[in-house]
């Protein structure tokens, strides 16, 4: 078999700036690359064409996510959270020191806690929220 490796995910997003903001300073991420604009030949990949996306990679830990705004066209879609019953990505996991300080960060930076999600598990105090464009976070105690 040969090997594979993940780079990132990818967000589709409404307002790079919005979600740079969000996931750099209210969850910490740090930039891999700034935001850049690109065209062609990747608006032939994404099957977009005459797009150009504005994107950003920013890193947390090992993992890597690449935000995807366009210059030129509107994000489709609901912007809400899915159900956790939709095919696809259902959500990050991000792994905290304090779960409450961190809902409130996301917050305060666009996103939205659901406090319907909270659980008290073996695993400690759980709670889902959503980044801007309604990507599920789940938020779970360190350690």
């Not at 890193?59 to 890597?64: L, S």
């Not at 210059?71 to 956790?84: I, L, P, V």
């Not at 406090?115 to 695993?123: I, N, R």
């Amino acid at each position: 078999m040969h090997a594979i490796a993940i780079r990132h995910f990818g967000i589709c997003v409404a307002d790079i700036e919005l979600s740079s903001r969000f996931y750099r300073e209210g969850l910490g991420f740090e930039p891999v690359m700034d935001i850049t604009e690109i065209g062609a030949p990747f608006d032939a990949l994404i099957e977009l064409p005459g797009a150009t996306l504005l994107v950003q990679q920013l890193r947390c830990g090992d993992v890597t996510i690449e935000l995807l705004g366009f210059k030129d066209r509107e994000a489709t879609g609901a912007g809400e959270r899915g159900a956790m019953n939709t095919r696809g990505l259902t959500h990050i996991t991000l792994v905290v020191d304090d779960v409450d300080a961190v809902a409130a960060r996301i917050v305060e930076y666009g996103g939205r806690i659901h406090e319907e999600t909270l659980v008290d598990s073996s695993f400690g105090r759980m709670l889902f929220c959503t980044d801007p464009d309604g990507v599920r976070l789940e938020l779970m105690p360190g350690g």
